[in-house]
């Protein structure tokens, strides 16, 4: 099995200089560690694209959070999209799934997409996602579409399992130095609504 964070290791430690990287985010908080780990390697810009988070104010909170860090942290970025229409046609066959399944991997598919897409026009070295620094995410198939990505467009994914070396525990410590509102679901319906049923449940 591959060791996704020594490869990683490795990589980062075979740098000469800071290649420009596409750092595709889902949220302040999961971000907090990964720059913290990557800012001295690489010249990083942020993408926040995620079509999947409902309801959309509650995107709007999330967006608002990863500007106002980025902004504290001076690190550049760009905001995708918000087309939840296009992320629920392509989520039309699984729409009920919950998280871990299928679904989770096609949502990770349609984000890491449309970051190599960006990359690759406007001509980074690098792209990747900070999804893996959370435990609930699936390394092995992130970085299965990394390279898959990589393959298709013909641009550098950067391995990685941003949650080892205490990366998840990091981002915790983090947002609480920062301030940051953490979420308490990932993104999409099913699992928002499950988060409630077992907060009820414990009523
Ligand atoms: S649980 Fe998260 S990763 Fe999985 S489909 Fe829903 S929003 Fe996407």
Known sequence: MVDYNLEFENIISNLFNKPKLLLHS????????????????????????????????????????????????????????????????????????????????????????ETAILAKNLKFEYFTTTLSVSPHKNANWINEIGFELQKEYNINFLISDFKKKNGYLRSLQLSKEYGLYRQNYCGCTPVKEKNEENKNNTK
């Open 26 to 113: 889902c949220c302040a908080p999961c971000s907090s560690s990964v720059l913290e780990k990557l800012c001295n390697h690489f010249e990083i810009t942020v993408f926040f694209y995620n079509p999947n988070i409902v309801p959309f104010d509650e995107y709007e909170r999330r967006l608002k959070e990863q500007v106002d860090l980025l902004e504290k942290l001076k690190i550049s970025y760009i905001i995708g999209e918000y087309d939840n229409k296009k992320y629920h046609d392509e989520m039309k066959d699984c729409e009920n799934l919950g998280e871990g399944s299928l679904k989770c991997k096609k949502c990770y598919f349609l984000r890491m997409k």
